[in-house]
């Protein structure tokens, strides 16, 4: 755990989203608490400065010659080795693209859609009696009232802990990437994750550096694919997708989905009113 329940725990979250991934989205983000937060950030100045202080951000997009900067993978190496220690993790969410346009996931829209997914990752993750203060890369949104309304239902769900228990979450603010280090970290790593659950390091033509940054990240962590579902830290990855069965003549409409690398084994879940209401039998 990033920090322990109680009084005065905070978590920090820093999330950023690869999505189209050959049928997937992926949704990343870093878990921090607020003094490991502040150590990362400084470590990553001190790269920057490393190297003559390299303008703009740095992004999964950038990486498209023949080689990787060294930057990069001193800054992949430095991430990884802060989360490894237990000061903090990766939990990353790989939906299936088609799941995210089924009527009773989506409600009215495509972005509801995509906070939905936010909404599964970051419940499946909060700790009950820690804040989590939320910060998502910034984004032009339809609805502007999608993040109090995405922070409202993730309290709900803890609601029968008050007053004892104050909601887990503080807030979900939007921030630019260009000024967040730490947002550029998340970027890295999901668009690694998703250039592997897309198997683009596969094809012919692949870029020589996105595939050795992501084979970098790999070795960091003693895995030979970034996209299969993993219940282990410092990076989890959790996959949903629809399930093969469905539930049909109910009264409500109901849809029952897959989740790979929650736990070591598949869990089979029911969602009913845009809710996750309970495992399947």
Not at 53 to 67: L, Q, T
Not at 80 to 90: L, Y
Request: aromatic share 6%; glycine share 10%; with cysteine.
């Amino acid at each position: 755990m990033v920090a322990r329940s109680g009084l005065g725990g905070r978590v920090e979250v820093f999330g950023d989203e690869s999505l189209s991934r050959n049928g997937w989205d992926v949704f990343a983000s870093l878990w921090l608490t607020p003094e490991d937060s502040a150590e990362l950030r400084a470590g990553l100045s001190d790269i920057r400065r490393i190297y003559g202080g390299f303008p703009g951000e740095i992004k999964w997009n950038k990486p498209s010659g023949s080689r990787v900067h060294p930057a990069y993978l001193d800054v992949v190496d430095f991430g990884i080795d802060v989360v490894s220690r237990g000061r903090g993790e990766f939990r990353v969410l790989v939906i299936e693209r088609a799941l995210t346009r089924e009527r009773i996931w989506t409600g009215p829209d495509r972005e509801a859609g995509l906070f939905r997914a936010w909404e599964l990752l970051l419940s499946e993750f909060l700790n009950p009696g820690v804040r989590h203060l939320v910060y998502l890369d910034d984004r032009t949104l339809r609805n502007r009232l999608r993040l109090r309304e995405t922070r409202l239902a993730l309290n709900r769900r803890y609601s029968h802990l008050l007053p004892a228990v104050a909601p887990p979450i503080a807030g979900i603010i939007t921030r630019r990437s260009d000024g967040d280090d730490l947002l550029q970290l998340v970027d890295l790593f999901a668009g690694a994750i998703g250039y592997h659950v897309a198997a683009q390091h596969r094809r012919p033509g692949a870029s020589p550096g996105k595939v050795a940054l992501a084979e970098a990240i790999c070795r960091r962590l003693g895995r030979s694919d970034l996209g299969v579902p993993s219940c282990h830290p410092p990076v989890r990855v959790v996959r949903v997708r629809r399930a093969a069965s469905q539930i049909t003549g109910a009264a409500a409409p109901m849809l029952v989905i897959d989740i790979e690398g929650r736990t070591e084994e598949r869990q089979t879940r029911v969602l009913m009113g845009h809710e996750i209401i309970a495992p399947a039998a």
